[in-house]
């Protein structure tokens, strides 16, 4: 939509000069793009963890690794091509930054501490298995969010909270 093109991964890997995979995937990055990618290319990881980019692969292409600088680890392939590897390939926002902002995080804790206290007052009720957080929760915690940045919202009409838990029209 925002005119990116859309391809698979061994096709982008020869055209792309930056790369960050979301997918919370294994592998998304693997050897066969470490071949073909561009020299100077960037690779960093959103996703999950550290197993979206095949590191050990980049390390056995790789005929030399170093720093270049914090966070920034460039690897030289035989053909001299470098590829650059961005916060050891763990998540980028948490490996080489500050990590997520506390006006995110709080928000976070919030819904897990409630959900806690959910559990703990309605377990005898409670199967053993996995739970949504109950709507209640995650609308109270929303509406203490943006009261304490003073922000305004315009309720839902029920017209517009039927429309939207609806298939019926608009599809």
């Known amino acids: 939509m925002d005119g990116y093109r859309v391809m698979p991964m061994d096709e982008a890997a020869k055209l792309g000069d930056f790369f960050c995979t979301v997918t919370g995937n294994v592998k998304v990055i693997a050897k066969q793009h470490f ?83 959910y559990m703990v007052r309605n377990h005898g009720a409670l199967s053993n298995t996995v739970h949504l957080v109950p709507e209640a929760i995650d609308r109270e915690i929303a509406r203490l969010k943006l009261a304490s940045s003073g922000a305004r919202i315009d309720r839902l009409t029920p017209e517009q909270r039927d429309y939207l838990a609806s298939w019926e029209m608009g599809t």
């Open 35 to 117: 071949k073909v990618m561009k020299d100077g290319a960037i690779i960093s990881n959103s996703g999950h963890f550290n197993v979206e980019i095949d590191i050990p692969s980049l390390e056995r292409l790789a005929k030399r690794k170093r720093v270049i600088r914090d966070f920034v680890e460039e690897y030289t392939m035989a053909d001299g091509r470098r590829i650059n590897l961005l916060g050891e390939g763990r998540l980028i926002n948490l490996a080489s930054a500050e990590g997520h902002p506390s006006s995110v995080m709080d928000m976070s804790f919030a819904n897990q501490a409630l959900s806690v206290e």
